[in-house]
């Protein structure tokens, strides 16, 4: 497919000439550059931080109107927790359950008709706010709620690019039965670790994303 000179797709992306059609946008999670951190801070006990740079993506964006739908992941074993062995393997246990193999296993959030906003600006921040359910492990939070997600999306320049800037506070992992406690083998070990393991966190995530068929002619570095 042959793409539109840049300055042309910044041009639709803004609002000028006519209607664009979808975009399929990825987030290209082998490239390393799009990032997830969730910080559990306890008062009285661990700041525990996990990282990954294995987000994935991909998502119908709509730059007329801004509604994007699709779905990120991040594998569980992408994950590292305090750049620890030892606790990276007892964050699996926990996530897992000890029911399921780590490899198969991942945080995942699906999303319908999200707005960013239209039309976008070049280089200029612009906030955005959603309501987005969670998985993990294959397991939705125990009420059926969604998480609260609010961040930054911006225009690249004349790349063609997004990069999207997000954020969930007071994400309650025990919702999602992360946890000793739900642990085979953890249990006797609950009570310890009560307050040295916060409950609460917040997660925050930079996503580099590009429309499809622009990745597939220029690859994101």
Request: aromatic residues 6%.
């Amino acid at each position: 497919m042959q793409l539109p000179p840049p300055a042309v797709l910044l041009a639709l992306c803004l609002g000028g000439g006519p209607v664009l059609a979808a975009e399929t946008l990825v987030v290209d999670g082998a490239a390393g550059n799009s990032t997830m951190t969730a910080v559990f801070d306890a008062p009285l006990g661990e700041r525990i931080t996990a990282v990954s740079s294995a987000v994935a993506c991909s998502a119908s964006w709509e730059p007329k109107t801004g509604v994007v739908s699709g779905k990120c992941s991040v594998p569980l074993t992408s994950i590292t927790v305090d750049a620890d062995d030892t606790k990276t393997g007892h964050f699996r246990q926990w996530t897992t359950n000890k029911k399921s193999d780590p490899a198969s296993c991942g945080l995942s959030a699906r999303f319908e008709g999200v707005r960013f906003p239209a039309p976008l600006k070049a280089d200029v921040p612009q906030a955005f706010s959603a309501a987005i359910p969670f998985v993990v492990c294959g397991r939705t939070r125990e009420d059926g709620g969604a998480e609260q997600v609010s961040g930054t999306v911006v225009l690249l320049g004349t790349e063609g690019r997004l990069r999207i800037r997000a954020r969930v506070e007071h994400f309650r992992r025990e919702a999602y039965r992360i946890g000793p406690r739900f642990t085979e083998g953890w249990l006797a070990r609950v009570q310890a670790l009560s307050g040295v393991v916060a409950e609460e966190g917040a997660i925050e995530m930079t996503l580099f994303a590009a429309p499809e068929a622009w990745k597939a002619a220029s690859p994101m570095r």
